[in-house]
């Protein structure tokens, strides 16, 4: 019980010393959905707010099964390893019922876990994407204050997941596999364009000579998208996170990234970009949630979409009636 009336002031200087029960503590005030949870959430934020920015955060994504929880295990370890301070997030829309379906599971990154540089946090829960992604923004502030440098944010391929954890990271990574054939075929319109690089895992065994000729095909894929605002002409990697070879190249490509990103200035003109998109972001989602959830208008909006069916009405007409109705409660 008394953990709960630690002040928000003892709760930021403790994670400002790194100290990662306290960070979990804020973390979970962000989750919450009391107000006064939300109003301290809020407070903490605000303090932790001049000490965040200060990390390099890469979004890491691939279907089911392509090892991220393998790769983020030997990767976040051999940065943590060499004394990167790692924070490794997720975002996953599909983890409302289950809580955090994915890095949930503690048998994953068991080694990572325990790693003292480390900290590992499941996705939040939410009702919408938006909700999701508004968390594990607050998040990275909280990390980052805590003196993590290296934010590793993994997200699953499910609706707009991908676009979104996109929208705040530095750097995009796309796991993939080689050999089920059509690999080019299988890929979501546009997240090839978001990705910096494309690793292909499990360049082990049988599958290393299958692995280097989707290693070609993928280069030459590449060099049919227009160049990046960023100037980085994205590349594409092999690696075994079972058996941590390529992990220290992944590392180094990243590294060259950063390098072009920051002394070209899109690393800071990305950041300010992301950071008004996700301002006009918040404002868009709270301007819906109050219009869909005014009972007046849950009421009159079936009624509308009746009309419309019966070719009694146009959308335009129909949206233009219901936005004045809103505009006059
Ligand atoms: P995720 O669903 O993308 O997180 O994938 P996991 O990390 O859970 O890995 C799925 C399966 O692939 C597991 O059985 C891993 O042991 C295996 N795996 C992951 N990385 C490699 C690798 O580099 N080589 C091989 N041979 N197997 C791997």
Known sequence: RRKQEISTETLFQKIKAGDKTALSQGITLIESHTAQAQQKAAELIEKCLPFANRSFRIGIT?????????????????????????????????????RGSILGDKTRMETLVNHENAFIRPSPSGDSLGGVAKKTRETIILCEAAGFDTLLIETVGVGQSETTVHSMTDFFLLLKLAG?????????????????????????????????????????????????????????????????????????????????????????????????????????????????????????????LKALEKNETTPFEAAAHLLEKYRSL
């Open 180 to 304: 089920a054939g059509d690999e080019l075929q299988g890929i979501k319109r546009g997240i090839m364009e978001m990705a910096d690089a494309i690793v292909i895992n499990k360049a082990d065994g049988e599958n290393l000579k299958p692995a280097r000729q989707a290693r070609s095909e993928f280069r030459r894929a590449l060099h049919l998208y227009p160049a990046k605002d960023s100037q980085w002409q994205p590349k594409v990697l092999l690696c075994s996170a079972l058996k941590k070879t390529g992990i220290e190249e992944v590392w180094d490509l990243m590294k060259e990234f950063e390098e072009l990103v920051k002394e070209n200035g899109y690393f800071n003109s990305n950041r300010q970009a992301q950071n008004k998109f996700w301002m006009l972001q918040t404002i868009d989602e709270h301007l819906r949630n109050r219009f869909y959830r005014h009972p007046e208008i849950k009421k009159l909006l079936p009624e509308q």
């Open 62 to 98: 691939g279907v089911p099964g392509v090892g991220k929880s393998t790769f983020i295990e030997a990767f976040g370890g051999h940065l943590a390893d060499a004394g990167k301070k790692v924070a490794v997030l997720a975002v996953d829309p599909t983890s409302t019922v289950s």
